[in-house]
C-alpha cells in the first residue's frame, strides 16, 4: 500500500487510504498484481480512488458495510440487519467472501481481545483496528468465540448448498439472535 501510494503521488492520482489498502490486499502479496490491479481500478475510477469505488470495481463488499453488519451480530440487532441483507441482495454480494470477511473480522476481534497491541497480526488499515477495538470493548471474549464459531459454520454450509443466498441470510439473522453468554450463564444461575 505504500508503494502504491508513492505511484499515486507520483501519477497525480487522488486516493483514500483505505482504497490502496483493499488493492494491496486483492493482490495478494504480489506488487505486480497489485499494480495491474491499480491500473485497472484507475481506467474505471477516472483517477480519483475512493473505498467505494474500488470495491465495486474490484467487486469487494464496502468496509462500512461489512463493519455495519458485524456490529448488527455482536450487538444483536436483527431488525437493523434485515436492512443490510437487502443491500448486500442488491449489490450482488457474494456470500462466501462476505463470510469470508466476516471471520476475518471475529478472529482480528479475537487476537485485540487477548492483546490489545497484537496489531502486528491483523491485517487492516489503522483507522479499522481502532474502529474495530471501540467495537468490541464492551463484549466478551466468549461471545466473540461463538460468533466466530457460527460465521465458521456458515461457511461451510454455503458450500453444500444450492441457494447459497438463503443459507447466508439466515445464518446472519440467526447470528443476530443468538443469546449472548451472559445471559445464558445468568438463565443456568436462576434459582
Not at 463470510?99 to 491483523?122: G, P, V
Amino acid at each position: 500500500a505504500e508503494y502504491l501510494k508513492k505511484i499515486c503521488g507520483h501519477e497525480k492520482i487522488k486516493y483514500d487510504d483505505a482504497a490502496l489498502w483493499l488493492i494491496a490486499k486483492q493482490g495478494d502479496g504480489s506488487m505486480r498484481d497489485s499494480l495491474s490491479l491499480l491500473d485497472q481500478v484507475i481506467s474505471f475510477t477516472n483517477s480519483n480512488l475512493t473505498e467505494a469505488e474500488v470495491s465495486q470495481v474490484l467487486g469487494l463488499t464496502e468496509r462500512s458495510l461489512i463493519f455495519a453488519v458485524f456490529d448488527c451480530l455482536i450487538q444483536r440487532k436483527p431488525i437493523e440487519l434485515v436492512s443490510y441483507l437487502e443491500k448486500l441482495s442488491l449489490s450482488g454480494q457474494n456470500p462466501n467472501l462476505f463470510l469470508e470477511d466476516l471471520l476475518k473480522l471475529f478472529r482480528h476481534s479475537l487476537l485485540l481481545k487477548a492483546d490489545a497491541n497484537a496489531t502486528d497480526l491483523i491485517d487492516l488499515p489503522e483507522d479499522e483496528v481502532v474502529l474495530l477495538i471501540e467495537k468490541i470493548q464492551n463484549f466478551s471474549d466468549a461471545d466473540l468465540h461463538m460468533l466466530f464459531d457460527m460465521t465458521m459454520k456458515s461457511a461451510q454450509d454455503l458450500s453444500r448448498t444450492s441457494d447459497a443466498q438463503i443459507v447466508f441470510e439466515i445464518a446472519l439473522l440467526r447470528m443476530s439472535q443468538a443469546p449472548r453468554i451472559a445471559d445464558l450463564k445468568a438463565l443456568l444461575a436462576a434459582p
